[in-house]
């Protein structure tokens, strides 16, 4: 007990000591952080953007209004049962029009052009959601080419463009992300380095004095090392209590954003927070304790 004490005293009066180079160090190390943790939250914003893309697809038909009612039956049945196929939404007339009333319902103009209008000019549609986006082009195509006296006109909706687009700005962002923590590793390692480097020169000769009377490796490289993770926990935590309260702020947009859908990522941190932060915390002790014991190597010899 009484090693252990003297290592973590010897450890908290460099840190003390030399406070403006700690509070440096675990700058660094939180800007490390805060940089990987944005590129995993901008990651799993993409993740959620190009999922609601995705579910948003979905393809059109418009049918003859006069149609009978047993041959659009046989008509869904029939695209139904494509294993491309996910679903088929039958939208009669009545249920169109009850919609498009709703949608303007503040639109004075609209409705009173409808009422003028004396009659329903809505056609029933099919709305087909695929059952694979990858398989959604080849779904098209056979629709296009669907030979039936039943369709007046087709819209098909491609979003390919738009994840395209997500996917190439993700992309760059990861790009830019990976190379800012890369940089800030390296930072670290250097900031660290240097902080121990110092320490150890301001208690050199304290260190010739306990390597004449026999003290062991240890307890010369126990205090740095205690340092280290000292760096790492502090700036573990106090990334964490930054970064939530971030969270928060964006959580409420990215629901009005993605409005119908379950894009929580605030939630996904919580949920994994162990997982999460636990890895980080190991992933910065390693790099303090690799400077550290690079630095006590080279410039703790007496």
Not at 3 to 31: A, C, E, G, P
Not at 84 to 108: G, T
Not at 167 to 196: D, Q
Request: overall charge neutral; charged content about 15%; aromatic content about 12%.
């Amino acid at each position: 007990m009484l090693f252990l004490y003297r290592v973590i005293k010897f450890s908290l009066q460099d840190i003390t000591r030399n406070i403006w180079l700690t509070i440096v160090t675990i700058t660094i190390l939180l800007l490390s952080l805060l940089s990987l943790n944005t590129l995993l939250t901008v990651r799993l914003i993409s993740a959620n953007a190009i999922t609601a893309v995705k579910e948003k697809i979905d393809i059109s038909l418009y049918l003859n209004p006069e149609a009978p009612e047993t041959q659009i039956t046989a008509l869904r049945n029939q695209i139904a049962a494509d294993p491309k196929v996910k679903s088929v939404l039958y939208v009669s007339k009545e249920a169109a029009l009850a919609s498009f009333r709703n949608q303007y319902e503040n639109n004075a103009a609209i409705l009173n052009a409808l009422k003028e209008l004396g009659r329903n000019p809505l056609s029933p549609s099919l709305t087909i959601t695929p059952a694979n986006f990858e398989e959604s082009g080849q779904l098209i195509s056979q629709l296009q080419v669907l030979d039936s006296s039943l369709i007046e006109s087709r819209d098909f909706s491609d979003n390919s463009a738009i994840l395209d687009k997500i996917s190439a700005v993700t992309k760059r962002l990861n790009e830019v992300g990976l190379v800012l923590i890369a940089i800030f590793v390296l930072v670290s390692l250097l900031v660290v380095y240097n902080a121990i480097r110092v320490a150890i020169y301001t208690h050199r000769q304290e260190i010739e004095i306990m390597r004449l009377v026999g003290a062991s490796n240890n307890f010369l490289y126990l205090p740095y090392l205690f340092s280290a993770f000292i760096y790492a926990l502090l700036s573990t935590l106090i990334m964490i209590c930054i970064f939530y309260p971030f969270l928060s702020l964006l959580q409420p947009y990215l629901e009005v954003f993605f409005t119908g859908y379950n894009v929580n990522v605030l939630a996904y941190f919580v949920d994994n927070f162990f997982f999460v932060f636990g890895l980080q915390f190991l992933a910065v002790l390693a790099i303090t304790v690799f400077a550290s014991l690079f630095a006590v190597r080279r410039y703790a010899r007496v």
